[in-house]
Nanobody, 121 residues
Framework: QVRLVESGGGLVQAGESLRLSCVAS????????MAWYRQATGQQRELVAH???????NYADSVKGRFTISRTNAVNTVYLQMNSLKPEETAVYYC???????????????WGQGTQVTVSS
């Protein structure tokens, strides 16, 4: 069974930085795309950043130039470096990985439990 665990969230002031990590554990045959989403209270979950298996990245317009997504396949981990954080980016941040748990399985999406990021003004 695959499990994703995020870490690195917390309380920061506007303009400060945080680095989120998400590690996948369990039976993993291959990793595909990975992504970070966020969901503020009362709002829909939105895509923040995405990284393909080949390392191509895409970002929400609101975070371009401030956030960086990266991955280290050897340790089944995806990161999100967040700089110059804004109060409106307060949300629960979720990691998502598309992966195969076994060679004969189809790829599937897995989610972490979320980590709270709070940015004070």
């Amino acid at each position: 069974q695959v499990r994703l665990v995020e870490s690195g969230g917390g309380l920061v002031q506007a303009g400060e930085s945080l680095r989120l990590s998400c590690v996948a554990s369990g039976t993993i045959f291959s990793l595909n795309a990975m992504a970070w989403y966020r969901q503020a209270t009362g709002q829909q979950r939105e895509l923040v950043a995405h990284i393909s298996s080949g390392g191509t990245t895409n970002y929400a317009d609101s975070v371009k130039g401030r956030f960086t997504i990266s991955r280290t396949n050897a340790v089944n981990t995806v990161y999100l470096q967040m700089n110059s954080l804004k109060p409106e980016e307060t949300a629960v941040y979720y990691c998502n990985m598309n992966l195969k748990s076994r060679s004969w399985h189809e790829s599937d999406d897995y989610w972490g439990q979320g980590t709270q990021v709070t940015v004070s003004s």
